[in-house]
């Protein structure tokens, strides 16, 4: 299993611009989450999906959308990039509502500029 | 107040001391209850469960009161290698929702 991967790893914006967040899973977990983390504000939850077909806003979700059209793919759009969205974005899956830890992927670090 | 609070640290431990981690959670409704590891630059890891009655994982050993809304985590020994940031992680979930909150982290530096 590669767990859950997510791409690109790096990427510089300029403001305005618009781009995509890939973010795959192949364990079959149906709950998928996007986080970024900025210093000294630890992990902040942008959206999370409980299965497919199912999104709902986190703390912070101005700026970002989200579709989950299959169990697998949880994509992350930042509509008009800002340099407040400057950060490192990780993506999380875990099973069905639950007990279970999520397990994160590697993260994806945005410069916007 | 925050949902979940922890150490502020950092914490600067020679090896072979113990240390201790703190946290709290503010909602008493919360269901599940990890640590986490986060070596600089990477994604969190999940280094252990709480359970009620106490869990140890090697050098480990985590603690839940429910009735604090506290928990805390023991490492004994400490090795080099333990150097990371340590994530309290409480978890409330339902039929339709799961809400995941992370304390803001607590650094641990092992000295030789």
């Known amino acids: 299993n590669a767990g859950v991967t997510q791409t690109p790893k790096f990427q510089v914006l300029k403001t305005g611009q618009s781009m995509t967040l890939q973010c795959a899973q192949d364990m079959n977990h149906e709950y998928m989450s996007w986080y970024r983390q900025d210093p000294g504000m630890g992990l902040r939850l942008i959206h999370y999906?409980?299965?497919?077909?199912?999104?709902d806003q986190g703390e912070v979700p101005n700026g970002y959308n989200v579709s989950r059209s299959t169990t697998e793919d949880f994509p992350l759009r930042l509509l008009s990039a800002a340099p407040s969205q400057t950060s490192v974005y990780f993506c999380?899956?875990?099973?069905?509502?639950?007990?279970?830890?999520?397990?994160f992927g590697p993260g994806t670090r945005l410069l916007v500029l | 107040r925050k949902e979940v609070e922890q150490d502020p640290g950092p914490f600067n431990v020679p090896e072979g001391a113990t240390v201790a981690f703190n946290c709290t959670y503010s909602n008493s409704a919360s269901q599940s209850f990890f640590w986490y590891r986060q070596d600089c630059r990477k994604e969190p890891k999940l280094l252990m469960s709480?359970?009620?009655s106490g869990n140890e994982d090697g050098r480990f050993t985590a603690q839940l009161n429910r009735a604090s809304q506290y928990i805390s985590l023991l490492i004994r020994d400490s090795k080099l290698s333990d150097s990371a940031t340590y994530l309290c992680v409480v978890k409330d979930f339902g039929p339709s929702y799961d809400k995941v909150i992370f304390g803001p982290g607590t650094s641990l530096s092992v000295i030789p």
């Open positions: 999380a899956s875990s099973y069905g509502n639950g007990g279970e830890a999520p397990y």
């Open positions: 709480v359970y009620s």
């Open positions: 999906s409980v299965g497919a077909g199912i999104t």
